[in-house]
């Protein structure tokens, strides 16, 4: 992989004081790394943006400083929210002769004869994977052809991505699928689809106005305890309270 040469310089001024910086197109940042002490510098704006656009967070950077040239990676990039520019950027300096882990980008090209047909719908659920190599041996992006995608439910997993695996590790799952064809939702299958959902809706609705209402368990509850209330408190014979006539005795 080729390096990409860049100037730094060191940075006296920290903290808050680093807004003076950036006013004058100058990005704090520090390099840190395995056995590193981190090292606070400062680059010119309009020298990394396009030093950036080449290398990406994959690419080595060769960084001078003082005279030392030392091999970085972009590890973090902080920006503003509003205007996205960079506010600090963390250098993290390698050695060429150890591996390192990052995430690489999907790059993905041809074109999907499904997609031209308008048989399917191209989704792409993952956009990088993770790997470990040697900084020299690291891609600065994984190509991912779809020209093979011919049917709905064709797809390519991580395994079948061209990585060569003698000097490139893998550590993402080979079985996750990148990219897939997936069915084609016109827009007249969802205003069919919402009709048939508003349809249903309705029904429902007319069922349940036309049922009487039961009331609640609690309701329920409450009127058979006033039943069996009642009915203790009713009298099993009506003549029950009444007395009994005097029998009387037959005349001698």
């Known amino acids: 992989m080729e ?20 006013k004058e197109g100058i990005i704090p940042a520090h390099i840190f790394g395995h056995k590193v002490k981190t090292i606070h510098i400062q680059v010119q704006k309009k ?20 005279k030392e040239k030392r091999p970085v990676m972009v590890r973090n990039i902080q920006s503003d929210p509003l205007t ?8 993290y300096q390698v050695n060429l002769s ?23 719908l191209l989704l792409t659920p993952v956009s990088e994977i993770e790997i470990e190599a040697l900084p020299t041996d690291l891609p600065e992006n994984i190509q991912v052809d779809i020209s093979k995608l011919e049917n709905i439910g064709d797809e390519i997993k991580v395994k079948d991505l061209p990585i060569d695996r003698a000097k490139v590790e893998v550590l993402t799952d ?11 939702v016109t827009k007249e299958m969802e205003e069919t689809e919402a009709e048939i959902e508003a ?9 349940e106005e036309g049922q009487p209402e039961e009331g609640t368990e609690e309701e329920k ?17 009506a003549g029950s309270d009444q007395k009994a006539p005097k029998e009387e005795k037959p005349q001698e």
Do not use: M
């Open 84 to 91: 996205d520019d960079p506010l600090h950027i963390d250098f």
């Open 174 to 184: 080979e079985e996750l699928v990148v990219t897939q064809i997936g069915e084609l």
């Open 3 to 22: 390096q990409i040469p860049l100037t730094a310089a060191k940075r006296t001024v920290l903290g808050r004081k680093v807004k003076s910086l950036r």
């Open 98 to 120: 150890e591996k390192v882990k990052v995430n690489v980008p999907l790059e993905t090209i041809g074109q999907s004869p499904a997609v031209e047909k308008k048989i399917g």
């Open 221 to 237: 509850k409450e009127a058979a305890t006033e039943e069996q209330e009642a009915a203790e408190e009713k009298p099993e014979d």
């Open 199 to 207: 349809e249903q809706a309705a029904e429902t609705a007319e069922g």
């Open 47 to 66: 020298d990394f943006e396009p030093v950036f656009e080449k290398a990406g967070e994959t690419g080595i950077i060769d960084l001078s400083l003082d």
